[in-house]
């Protein structure tokens, strides 16, 4: 079932999500060679929990961290560790999600760490932008599959591929509610948006194939062929016109100036 939200329901949500943008440019701060990813994860641990939070992810399904670290070929889900420490040249998507006065809020990035080779920043790039050209869509009267089909040709015309097992969600009192919100599709097939909706779009790209491997974790999720993936992600709530985005990546560009992607 879709449960439409009330403009003071979509209030809540946006300030869970702008909770979420600020813990990630908590750890946008010490992204670096060097740092372990659980030290990511206890920097943002604390910060919810500072601003009066809950880490929406720990303990979900029985996840045993507050943020998901996935590093160059990790497509989501990776768990942070302290023996995972970045690199020069890596990249890492950092999924958060904050869990405060009955909603949750779900929001990623990808970062550069250090020098990253230029053919890996363009798929970071359109990665990102992707995720805006299905934000466009993202309107009453148009439908799940225009989003989807969105993201998808932008970054199959450049070359990449789109990730068809992982994909977006309604989101709300649940951190995963209905729809699933894929990241290809068909135009004007799918369900139906209307004011009221409230979903996480959340482009996952491949700079090879888009097929994936579970770890022996059960969690972390690779590209089969070890290239790298990319993975940003905003909640919206669905309007009449242009789509409302409750989650931010404002904060982080602030932290990161001319280095941001």
Sequence with gaps: MIFLKSDEEIELLRISNQIVAKTLAEVA???????S???LNKIADEFIRDNKG???????????KSIC???NDQVVHGIPSDKVFLEDGDII????????????????YTFCVGNVKPEIVDLLRTTKESLYKGIEQAQEGKRLGDIGNAVQSYCEDRGYSVVREMIGHGVGRNLHEAPEVPNYGRKGNGTMLKSGMTIAIEP???????????????????????????HFEHSIAIRRGKADILSSFDYIEQVLGNKAI
């Design 54 to 64: 809950v880490p929406g992810f720990l303990g979900y399904s029985g996840y045993p």
């Design 29 to 35: 701060k010490i992204i670096a060679p060097g740092v």
């Design 93 to 108: 998507s950092v999924d958060c999600g904050v869990y405060i006065n009955g909603f949750h809020g779900d929001s990623a």
């Design 69 to 71: 670290t996935s590093v």
């Design 204 to 230: 996952m790209i491949n700079l090879g194939s888009r097929n994936l491997v579970f770890e022996k974790d059960g969690w972390t999720t690779r590209t089969i062929d070890r290239k790298p993936s990319a």
């Design 37 to 39: 990813t659980e030290q």
